[in-house]
């Protein structure tokens, strides 16, 4: 068990990190549910798109255009290129 303190702080359990993949100092992805706080690891949204199409079975130019300009974003802000 722990307990939430102040400015809604919450102390996760060492074991609990370790079996979540997650690391002091990541930045974490933070959702509610009904009765409890969900914590994720970041998603990559661009290997996200390629999952949720190849699942969707979508292709065609469109998707592929689509997707070059996911990659092209992606690529600009890694390299913080305006």
Same mark, same amino acid.
């Given at each position: 068990?722990?307990?939430?303190?102040?400015?809604g702080?919450?102390?996760?359990?060492?074991?609990?990190l370790?079996?979540a993949?997650?690391?002091v100092?990541?930045?974490?992805?933070t959702? &509610?549910?009904?009765?409890r706080?969900v914590i994720?690891? /970041?998603v990559? &949204?661009?290997?996200?798109?390629? =999952?949720l199409?190849?699942? &969707?079975?979508?292709?065609? *130019?469109a998707a592929?255009? =689509?997707? &070059? *300009?996911i990659? *092209?974003?992606?690529?600009? *802000?890694?390299?913080?290129v /305006?």
């Amino acid at each position: 068990m722990t307990y939430i303190y102040e400015k809604g702080i919450v102390a996760i359990p060492k074991h609990v990190l370790e079996l979540a993949g997650l690391k002091v100092g990541m930045q974490v992805q933070t959702f &509610a549910e009904p009765g409890r706080v969900v914590i994720e690891q /970041p998603v990559d &949204a661009l290997e996200e798109f390629k =999952r949720l199409r190849k699942k &969707a079975n979508l292709s065609g *130019k469109a998707a592929e255009n =689509r997707l &070059a *300009k996911i990659e *092209k974003q992606m690529k600009q *802000k890694m390299l913080h290129v /305006p």
